[in-house]
């Protein structure tokens, strides 16, 4: 908009922030509708986000006052302006955010009904998974029923009928699962939007767990069919193949009789034909050889499955007679061939079998090393079992060949006589007949020898390969279980983190919830640690059997592991992003505090992660949150409360509620505090940490009070409070002590429980306190009233003396207990009487006493009643009572009783009975019997100071140096406060500062001459009080004219009249007053050396150039200190008596510490050291409380002096 519209028409500035405030808002709150994401199937979080939803429109409803106002607003200025171009830009601006907020409106209620939509639609289609994953367990558990197969027409024919059944069920299940998918594919068509990777990994595993039902149905269906037909087919191949048994026996037998005939040898033609006769018949045998197995397996299987019935005997008989048949046909052939095989070359014969077993055994001896080594997967191992299965086949089929060949040779050589061997056996005739015999014997030992090793060695061979075979089975076996199951676990882990939306995404709300889960997930992916080892090791055993894992399984394991890994990796980065966005946006990172100021204040943080306020409008910055700032300047509304106990507890009870502590119950802040470790009150707490334990606090308060607790705002303005009580410099760090102190003050809780508390805070294990633990817990307590700028009323800043105190009513024990300190604290000490007033101001806040005020006549009494002692019937309201109102004929020195409830009989009585009392009493009584309310403690510094304080200071960031002496007034910085706020309202408004640091430059600039007035009428203070010193000192010689007299005890012992025993008495006392004017003396001198050189040093600063000062972000705000109005001419009125009501008599104010004569020079000597500190600052404000502390101090040294005269 152009400027000089806005010059020509000064409200279309205000117009224009309205609108841009409202349309960044509507902005802001559009762009979130959009970016707002929702897991598709996921009831919960659409919940959640239906719920965010209604309370957007809700936030929307309740801003349309303020679019109303601005287009009530605009049509005022439309009204009242006649320039037609302001005219169309404040019509156009209207209509754009008219349509604007209609279009958010559209889109919420839009979204709202998608949500809606999108809830009744993710139901169904859970509803439907469900009922598909039903379907699929009832399939699998049948499946799973059906372990082995039966062997049994019955059985089997059962077992089909099932798997029929089971077809026709998954065929009619199969509805369930179109209509899952179907849902589903409506939720991933309607809400592509939004996040619908549940819905598509849950759909794809379910279609392929319904595949798989479907073919291992098929396949066992098929399974079943082949073994009903086998099971058919098996009595017919049985008969079929015993009848070839017989036919076979017949011709053996035939066989048998044709070798056994006489003079056979001798036929060679003959032996030929029954040589092919026999080569034929050992042919069909081994053609049925398989045959017989298979029947044999096959017939086993049935058996099994028989078990003990009548069919399972009469089968068992038909196998036995099968095997019987067979094992004798088998022998029967080997008879007959070795009866062809007799000749006259029968060893050569003998030998040349046993050469053909050699080769033999050494071919199936290459094969079973062929087989080696074991396959590195189940189906090449189960491959290996099934070719060994049929080798030791071939071994069992050879084995009855071995054994009778050996057997043959065995009668052979132990029936043959050595002349037959001879003969037998032709070698070279140079040999003996006897040798000859013995290398024919040696030779078919030897080959004996030979076969029956290698035999023996190939079945050893044999069932070793056999027992490798049948481990790696097992062990690959369980090695595939277990990567199946590990499988599963990852796929599932990888499912959840498939589901994990972009961080930038999330809720802040939702981040710790986030956190949460995917340290659950990271805790599930920790536990499948032991599942991948055991994995691990099954592999390593595997390959110390010496068997090498395949390809296949090899690059499994390495999928298994680095799938492990990734997913640990993913979670490791996961949460590491969320903590990064928790420690950006969540309450660590003090984002959320961000909401706790409005426009045109912004929060920051400094570098040290303490908040700072920056006012865009004025550009300027400051420490204290602007509600700090309200609350503070509201204070000054109780400064005319004439009291400062009162006022000091209006104040602190005004900032309790401000600060919701009032609705903290002691436990629940015990609860957080331990919740938060906070158990060393000697460790310092950082920003972040007070910040944690504090939103602990107000979480569980908004719980229990969900109207009244604005937690961000809460949060900002205790941290803002509790920084200007222990951590005025704003170092970031506080110490546990002092945080537990100021949170317990201002919590609901009966005020002993607190002193024991607070007590148990500093007590030592064995719960005993000692001094310098005391000194700490009242330091940090008097730093309360001490941020309002009301502790000088309280014995100042100084907890030595109160310490001193409370030992001393212990009786100077080393360490006090528990039940000492009670019996202290309910006397009231003057440095902590705040805090019981603080009580009774709550309790009289709801009081409603039925009395009226004699002199505002209200009725009845809200709050604290003060009934006269004195007269009958005489009442006060605290309104009064505070401001110093009295009626006619009742004077303020009078006794008063307060009462923060309402009276019972038995106090209306006794209270009669005290003014009846009263009645006969005389103003001296009251005047010589004053009675004080609180326990009144020594300021004046007695004795060293503690040793504790200075670290003390250094720990919580704060220095003493900024707090108020006791006898320090602040009138004066009050009047050049106003002074300064005076000239700058008279300035242009271009020319006011725009920060506490400017303004801090513009009082030094103003300041250097009214410090130079002060100087010199400190310099002619200091001559004055050299006259007056001079003055006396001629006095003291004008009075000592005559020597003193020696001491008593060195004069002569004679008798002496009353005038010498006057003038001795006389003389004495003139030389004792004598010394200590001479001390006093060279106290002043010293302090007027010291006065010159500080007056010197305050000149050379005066004369330095001005340094520059920083503008933005340095500077500390502190509430405006109160007044300080404890009168003595005042009454003081409180003294506890029960529980409720307080009596005193007296006419000092309350908590004005008392005045002692004979202490002046040293209170002189105190506010003199404490004008001086070494630890001041130097900055011209500093330099003016110092000046204006020395002007006090020489005011009271003169007053001294001058009634030191008065008493001589």
């Given amino acids: ?146 372990k082995e197969t039966p062997y049994t027409m019955d059985a089997i024919q059962k077992k089909i009928t099932e798997t029929k059944q089971l077809a026709k069920d998954l065929r009619q299940w199969q509805i369930n699962v179109d209509v899952a998918n179907d849902l589903a594919l409506k939720l991933l068509r309607d809400y592509s939007s939004d996040d619908t990777r549940k819905v598509h990994m849950i759909t794809e595993n379910i279609n392929a767990s319904w595949a798989s039902i479907h073919k291992r149905v098929s396949e066992r269906e098929a399974a079943l069919e082949e073994t009903h037909r086998l099971l058919q087919q098996f009595p017919l191949d049985l008969e079929k193949f015993l009848a070839w048994l017989t036919e076979a026996e017949t011709t053996a037998n035939v066989l048998q009789d044709a070798t056994h005939k006489e003079r056979l040898l001798e036929d060679s033609k003959g032996v030929r034909e029954l040589m092919t006769q026999w080569q034929d018949l050992q042919g069909e045998i081994d053609a049925h ?169 190939l079945n050893l061979r044999s069932a070793d390969w056999q027992r490798k075979i049948d481990e790696a089975l097992e062990r690959l076996q369980e090695l595939q279980e277990a990567t199946d199951e590990l499988d599963l676990k990852l796929r599932q882990a990888e499912v959840i983190k498939g589901s994990w939306q972009p961080v930038g995404d999330l809720l802040v709300d939702s981040l710790q919830d986030h956190l949460e889960k995917v340290k659950v997930l990271r805790g599930e992916i920790t536990a499948l640690k032991e599942n991948v080892n055991y994995v691990n090791d099954l592999a390593r055993q595997l390959t110390t059997l010496g068997i090498q894992l395949s390809p296949y399984n090899l690059s499994t394991l390495e999928d298994l592991n680095t799938r492990w890994r990734l997913l640990q990796v993913a979670v490791e980065d996961r949460i590491r992003q969320v903590h990064e966005a928790h420690r950006d946006f969540g309450p660590a990172s003090q984002h959320f505090l961000s909401s706790s100021v409005q426009g045109p204040w912004e929060r920051a943080i400094s570098p040290n992660k303490v908040p700072y306020y920056i006012n865009h409008e004025t550009q300027t910055t400051c420490w204290d949150h602007p509600k700090m700032t309200e609350l503070y300047q509201s204070l000054a509304d109780l400064n005319n409360v004439r009291f400062s106990a009162y006022r000091t507890a209006m104040k602190l009870r005004r900032l309790q509620k401000a600060l919701c502590l009032d609705l903290l119950s002691l436990s629940a802040a015990c609860d957080a505090l331990d919740q938060h470790n906070l158990k060393q009150n000697d460790q310092p707490m950082d920003i972040l940490q007070v910040i944690n334990c504090l939103t602990t606090i107000y979480d569980c308060l908004e719980q229990e009070h969900n109207n009244l607790v604005n937690v961000p705002l809460c949060v900002d303005m205790c941290l803002n409070w509790l920084l200007n009580v222990y951590d005025t410099g704003r170092t970031g760090r506080i110490r546990v002590l002092s945080f537990k102190t100021g949170i317990i003050s201002l919590c609901k809780a009966h005020l002993e429980d607190k002193y024991r508390y607070l007590f148990k805070q500093v007590a030592s294990s064995t719960g005993f306190c000692d001094q310098r633990r005391l000194g700490l817990l009242l330091h940090d307590s ?42 202290w604290m309910r006397l009231e000490p003057q440095s902590m009487v705040w805090l019981p007033v603080l009580h009774r101001v709550a309790a009289a806040e709801t009081a409603k006493h039925q009395a009226k005020c004699n002199i505002c006549k209200e009725c009845p009494i809200i709050g604290f009643r003060y009934r006269s002692l004195k007269h009958f019937n005489y009442d006060i309201c605290q309104s009064c009572f505070f401001s110093g109102r009295v009626a006619k004929g009742h004077k303020m020195h009078y006794p008063m009783v307060e009462y923060c409830t309402p009276t019972t009989s038995g106090e209306d009585v006794r209270d009669f009975a005290k003014v009846l009392k009263n009645k006969f009493r005389t103003k001296r009584y009251f005047a010589k019997h004053p009675r004080m309310g609180y326990l009144p403690v020594q300021t004046v510094l007695e004795g060293d100071n503690m040793e504790t304080l200075a670290e003390m200071e250094n720990s919580n960031g704060s220095y003493l140096n900024d707090s108020i002496s006791p006898n320090e007034s602040i009138d004066d910085e009050h009047l050049l406060i106003q002074h300064y706020c005076q000239s700058l309202n008279q300035d242009s408004p271009l020319s006011q500062p725009r920060s506490p640091a400017q303004i801090l430059i513009s009082l030094e600039s103003e300041e250097r001459g009214e410090l130079e007035r002060i100087l010199a009428d400190l310099e002619e203070e200091n001559r004055n009080l050299q006259a007056e010193y001079d003055r006396l000192k ?15 005890e060195m004069m002569p012992t004679s008798p002496q009249s009353p005038r010498d025993a006057e003038l001795i008495a006389e003389a004495k006392l003139l030389r004792q007053h004598k010394g200590r004017l001479e001390a006093r003396m060279q106290i002043l001198e010293d302090h007027n050396k010291q006065l010159e050189s500080q007056l010197n040093r305050l000149r050379q600063l005066l004369e330095q150039p001005q340094a520059e000062a920083k503008v933005n972000g340095t500077t500390v705000s502190s509430p405006s200190t109160s007044l300080q109005r404890s009168d003595s001419s005042q009454p003081m009125l409180l003294r506890v008596v029960g529980s409720q009501t307080s009596e005193s008599m007296g006419e000092e104010d309350l908590l004005s510490p008392p005045q002692d004569t004979s202490t002046g020079l040293e209170e002189v000597m105190e506010q003199l050291n404490n004008s001086f500190p070494s630890s001041r600052g130097h900055n011209v404000g500093s330099l003016f409380h110092l000046a204006d502390d020395v002007g006090r101090a020489m005011e009271s040294l003169v007053s001294v002096m001058t009634d030191e005269e008065g008493a001589e």
């Fill in 782 to 823: 008097i730093q309360i009233p001490r941020q309002l700028g009301e502790v000088a009323s309280f014995g100042g800043s100084n907890i030595e003396p109160s310490v001193r105190s409370c030992f001393q009513f212990a009786n100077n024990k080393p360490e006090i207990e528990a039940a000492l300190f009670l019996d």
């Fill in 1 to 146: 908009m152009p400027s000089s519209l806005l010059l020509e028409v000064p409200a279309l500035a205000d117009f224009n922030r309205a609108w841009a405030e409202l349309t960044d808002w509507l902005s802001l709150l559009d762009r979130v509708i959009k970016s707002q994401r929702v897991m598709v199937g996921d009831l919960e979080d659409i919940n959640e986000m239906i719920i965010k939803q209604k309370a957007t429109l809700q936030d929307l409803d309740q801003r349309r006052p303020q679019l109303e106002e601005l287009i009530t607003a605009a049509q005022n200025l439309k009204n009242k302006t006649s320039n037609q171009e302001a005219r169309t830009i404040i019509t156009d601006r209207i209509e754009r955010l008219q349509n604007q907020w209609d279009e958010v409106q559209e889109h919420l209620q839009n979204r709202r009904q998608q949500l809606n939509e999108m809830l009744k639609d993710s139901t169904q289609w859970l509803e439907a998974k469900e009922e598909a994953e039903r379907v699929l367990g009832q399939a699998r558990a049948k499946l799973e029923s059906w």
């Fill in 1034 to 1048: 001629q006095q003291h010689e004008h009075k000592g004219l005559s020597p003193l007299p020696s001491p008593p």
């Fill in 289 to 457: 050889t398989n045959i017989y197995h298979n029947l044999d397996e096959n017939g086993q299987k049935v058996l099994r499955s028989l078990e003990s019935s009548d069919d399972a005997a009469l089968l068992q008989r038909r196998l036995d007679n099968m095997n019987f048949k067979w094992s004798e046909l088998r022998k029967k052939s080997l008879n007959i061939r070795s009866h062809l095989e007799a000749s006259s070359d029968q060893w050569k014969r003998l030998h040349l079998s046993l050469q053909e077993l050699l080769v033999w055994l050494q071919l199936k001896d290459d094969e079973l090393s062929r087989q080696a080594p074991i396959g590195g997967d189940f189906p090449a191992v189960q491959k290996q079992n099934d070719v060994h299965r049929a080798f030791k086949r071939e071994l069992k089929t050879k084995e009855p060949v071995i054994m009778s060949t050996l057997e043959t040779v065995r009668i052979f050589l132990k029936e043959l006589p050595l002349e037959g061997l001879e003969k037998l056996y032709q070698e070279p005739r140079e040999l003996p007949p006897e040798e000859r015999a013995q290398n024919v014997t040696r030779l078919l030992r030897k080959q004996a020898e030979e076969v029956n090793a290698e035999w023996e060695k």
